[in-house]
């Protein structure tokens, strides 16, 4: 498994579904003004949820969580470097905290282990600074 990879899939499909999200927009302000206007946001709006699906974890979203509860090596690699990479996009924040979880109970290699110790810490750590900028 090649982490470097995964991670600059992450990295493109994060900017895809960026771009879709920004034509999902672009096309619902526009959708009351004709019904060729209308037709073109549901286009995109099914288009969009369909390819979210398949770009928001490697292998797709649909079962991902069941692959790294499993232990799929796949999933399990793409899910330490989706933790490391914490991309950000509609929904990441919500897949990161249950990929986050599912990965304290998933077989990890010792190498996983560690990166999800730094990971851990690293949000801690992040945790505190929005504590201290809150009081």
């Not at 990879?5 to 895809?16: C, G, P, V």
């Not at 796949?74 to 990965?103: N, Q, T, V, W």
């Amino acid at each position: 498994m090649n982490s470097d990879r995964i991670k600059q899939t992450i990295l493109d499909n994060a900017a895809e579904i960026v771009r879709l999200s920004q034509q999902l927009h672009e096309t619902r302000k526009q959708r009351e003004l004709s019904p060729e206007k209308w037709s073109e946001w549901q286009q995109v709006y099914t288009g969009s949820y369909e390819r979210y699906l398949s770009l928001a974890f490697p292998g797709g979203l649909d079962g991902a969580y069941e692959r790294i509860v499993s232990g799929y090596p796949e999933a399990m690699e793409a899910a330490i470097c989706f933790l490391e990479l914490r991309p950000y996009y509609f929904r990441s924040g919500y897949m990161f905290e249950d990929i986050l979880r599912k990965c304290k109970h998933a077989p990890l290699s010792p190498e996983q282990v560690a990166r999800l110790e730094v990971v851990k810490e690293k949000l801690a750590e992040w945790k505190r600074q929005k504590r201290l900028q809150t009081n």
